[in-house]
């Protein structure tokens, strides 16, 4: 018999999946209390789930059915599955109270319903990533993950976002097929697919070096799969397109969450399903270390020639996530946990921003290019501040929660002698970069203009879901700036167990 | 690129007055400047093939090459097809198939594993049937008024199969045969070869060719979109909460309290049977709403 808190991230799923089936057959607004209660249900337990394993400082098998590991599903958890799933639920309900009113405007009224239905099941996708020990159960639940995703991109009306959607479509399916085939080549030669099972036939193999090509192949198969998905560098070209056009909020849940999901999934499998050992020796980190560079530069450099906001907010997010590649590729424990806590940073600062330019969209009849957004923030100076904090963030102002990522980040690559170069000249030049065209953005937006003579610190009809999430979105970002080291200890400890 | 910053800036603030920005600009940003819709129309309008674009479909075949080959060659060093030393034939395998009917009561095996063994996975599976099908609603759905409905039925008459005697009379033969053939193949899924997924698609399918003999009027009078969704999400939850229990009991090690029945006998195997049932009709309900929305844009 378990204890209590021991069944929560199984009911937190099972919860999530129940609530988006049921509301199709809901009115949108009745939809729309049901995602948000679901959503704070999920907090809730997923905190109190963090709590327990902090306490006992043990990990949970949690069977699926009643049949034992090699035979029956399982899910698997910890603290670092419990914190992420944490931070990911709050998150989740911050950008979606964030963008609900450009919800109901921009999604057609007969569909509106459909949009909670697509949030939900998304995040039951993506806690089953963070969750899951079977790599099947990953696979059905990247299924889920990607036609969510493409579907709450679809829903804003419009040419322009079916394009950007058949795009982001065949690009994700692309990953998905490779992630595929790599799982069916892994279970051809180990004959398992939960993953303690895979690593102790993989560990066999590598022992005795039969299969070495086709298991270094699975290697490049998963991390390119994964790659395409979370938008790496050389794959990043639908995301521009998919998060520049999607409805704010559906937009800050893409770059805030989606990407992540797939990068968790990542690290577990090199943690779980091959072991850190290989992972060393396939040199596949490598090519991840370089990827990112490449990622944190060309992003930035993409995004300082973007003339619209929301497009410049999603090319950040490439360099963003190029930032957790780099921290995944510098390869030792410290990078990791760097990396993680970039992923709950840009979780939290990404939606922040992205429903900070759906306000400023507002208060510009709803153009998002910024040769009509100057003077926006005088029209709106809470989401001016908040997007101002937001960008200070992202370039890695101290005090700010971005800061305390590049520090762990420069600290980890000084203990691996040969990347400390390339890793502390990276960080600096994709800082300059993340300013040059942050502050800009800034001066555009501040800007007084003929119709912005006085300012105005909240518009008439004041939004106020949007100030409520903004508000603990800002206060989520002072305390990773200033409580990091106490983050960091918390992901190290769950890295030991993820194991 | 700091030429590029200093441009921005100024274009932002020459763009209050003026709104058209000089043509240099416009040469300049010529692609941040348009929409994707526009990209893509100029894409496909203008097929004038530069240097890069030869340069890029190059590459592209080449890599596409590369690729082919090291997944091929990839193949070439799996254990070869069939063989009884294959890792692929471990303790798992032996135990589905030593173990499987005493452990899940179902003569079917696959059954058993898809529905007992690895049931999580079959609620996924189930969960994107539904979403793809709530993903094709979401795209073609046309809430569409009565007189546009009267205007289009008149349109469609004339191509229509509906006043084909033929057609009908052969329908009337066929469609309830095969109607009871999938509700057997349904119900037998855990005793025969066949279960939720080929069940539901052969009812799927009688469905459909009803459809087409009788027109859209009569089907919807048994299969309307409410009823649609009604059904769909009654087996979805159905499958969610009583799959549930049975994770609970099961990962608490409680004696669950569901009866597994004699092994052979239709009213065995615990769960297996109603969920074949929810599984069979969710995948006939995906199947006639994807022929429905794309015929009509409605259920």
């Known amino acids: 018999m378990l204890s209590l808190e021991q069944n929560f991230p199984f009911v937190c799923i099972i919860l999530s999946m129940a609530t988006g089936i049921l509301c199709a057959a809901l009115k949108p607004k009745k939809a729309m209390v049901v995602c948000i209660a679901n959503l704070v249900i999920n907090f809730i337990l997923s905190l109190l789930a963090l709590r327990y394993c902090i306490k006992v400082g043990d990990f949970t098998v949690y069977w699926m059915g009643h049949f034992p590991a090699p035979f029956g599903n399982e899910i698997r958890f910890g603290i ?18 964030g963008g609900l009113k450009h919800v109901f405007h921009d999604v057609d009224e007969s569909k509106q319903n ?70 069916s080549i892994l279970y051809d030669i180990t ?26 192949m699975i290697i490049c198969l998963f991390s390119i799969g994964m790659g395409v998905k979370s938008a790496l560098y050389p794959f990043h070209s639908w995301l521009p397109d998919a998060h520049g056009s999607a409805t704010s909020s559906a937009s800050a849940v893409l770059s805030g969450l989606v990407l992540k999901g797939y990068i968790i999934l990542l690290i577990k499998m090199f943690y779980r399903v091959f072991g850190l050992e290989i992972i060393y020796s396939s040199r596949v980190l490598d090519i991840l270390f370089v990827l990112g560079i490449l990622a944190m530069t060309i992003g930035s450099i993409k995004a300082i020639s973007e003339r619209d906001l929301k497009r410049m907010i999603a090319y950040s ?52 290019k910024f040769k009509y ?32 990522v590049k520090y762990y980040l420069g600290l980890s690559a000084l203990e691996n002698a040969p990347r400390v170069v390339l890793s502390i000249i990276a960080l600096i030049i994709s800082t300059v970069l993340n300013a040059i065209y942050y502050i800009p953005a800034l001066m555009v937006l501040f800007r007084k203009t003929e119709d912005t003579e006085k300012v105005v610190f909240i518009p008439k009809n004041p939004d106020i879901p949007y100030i409520i999430s903004s508000i603990v979105f800002v206060i989520a970002n002072f305390v990773f700036g200033k409580f990091a080291s106490y983050f960091i200890d918390l992901i190290i400890k769950g890295l030991g167990m993820f194991a | 690129m700091f030429e590029g910053l200093i441009n921005f800036v100024d274009g932002v603030s020459s763009a209050d007055n003026t709104h058209k920005p000089s043509k ?18 100029d894409d496909v ?35 070869s097809f069939g063989d009884p030393t294959n890792p692929a034939n471990n303790i798992v395998s032996e135990k589905y198939i030593v173990e499987g009917v005493k452990d899940t009561h179902a003569i079917n095996l696959v059954a058993g594993m898809i529905l007992d063994y690895r049931a999580f996975d079959t609620l996924g599976e189930s969960t994107v049937l539904f979403i793809a099908a709530s993903a094709v609603i979401i795209l073609l759905f046309a809430n569409k008024t009565k007189k546009e409905h009267e205007a289009e039925e008149k349109e469609e008459q004339k191509y229509e199969n509906k006043n084909d005697p033929i057609l009908r009379h052969g329908a009337l033969l066929i469609v309830p045969a095969i109607l009871v053939y999938g509700i057997y193949v349904v119900l037998n899924g855990h005793i025969s070869p066949g279960g939720g997924f080929s069940g539901g698609a052969i009812m799927g ?42 994770f609970y009991t099961g990962a608490n090690q409680i004696h669950s309290i569901i009866p597994k029945g004699v092994p052979g006998n239709i009213l065995s195997s615990g769960l297996i049977l109603p969920l074949n049932i929810c599984v069979g009709i969710v995948v006939c309900c995906t199947m006639f709403g994807f022929y429905s929305l794309f015929d009509r844009e409605e259920i």
């Open chain 1, 317 to 368: 997010s490439v360099a963003q996530i190029g930032y957790i590649y780099l921290g995944i590729g510098i390869g030792n424990e410290l990078g990791m946990a760097a990396a993680l806590l970039q992923v709950l940073v840009h979780a939290f600062t990404k939606p922040m921003l992205f429903n900070t330019a759906g306000a400023f969209m507002d208060v510009a009849d709803g153009k998002k």
């Open chain 2, 205 to 246: 399918a009688a469905i459909i060719l009803y459809n087409l003999a009788f027109g859209d009027k009569s089907t919807s009078e048994f299969f309307s979109f409410k009823i649609y969704k009604r059904i769909i999400i009654s087996a979805l939850m159905f499958y969610a909460i009583s799959k549930s229990y049975s």
């Open chain 1, 114 to 183: 459909y949009y909670f239905l697509m949030q939900n099941l998304l995040f039951a996708s993506i806690l089953a990533l963070i969750y899951t020990n079977d790599l099947f159960t990953a696979y059905v639940f990247v299924e889920i993950n990607t036609l969510t995703s493409c579907s709450i991109v679809m829903l804003k009306k419009g040419r322009e976002t079916l394009v950007a959607t058949t795009r982001y479509l065949i690009m994700s399916l692309l990953g998905s097929g490779l992630f595929l085939i790599g799982i």
């Open chain 2, 24 to 41: 240099k600009k416009v040469k300049k940003y010529h692609h941040h400047e348009k929409t994707i819709t526009e990209r893509l129309e």
């Open chain 2, 45 to 79: 309008l203008n097929q004038k093939s530069d240097s890069f674009d030869k340069f890029y479909s190059v590459v592209a075949i080449i890599m596409a090459i590369i690729i082919i080959g090291s997944l091929l060659f990839t193949v070439s060093f799996l254990p």
């Open chain 1, 373 to 404: 957004l100057a003077g926006a923030a005088r029209k709106n100076m809470f989401a001016g501040i908040v997007f101002a904090i937001g960008a200070l963030s992202m370039i890695g102002i101290p005090l700010f929660a971005g800061f305390s």
């Open chain 1, 191 to 216: 004959g398992h697919l939960l993953m303690p099972q895979i690593k102790e036939s993989v560990e066999a193999l590598a022992a005795t070096g039969a299969y070495k090509f086709p298991l270094e």
């Open chain 1, 80 to 97: 670092l599955e419990t914190l992420l799933a944490t931070g990911f639920s709050l998150v989740m309900l911050l950008s979606i109270l």
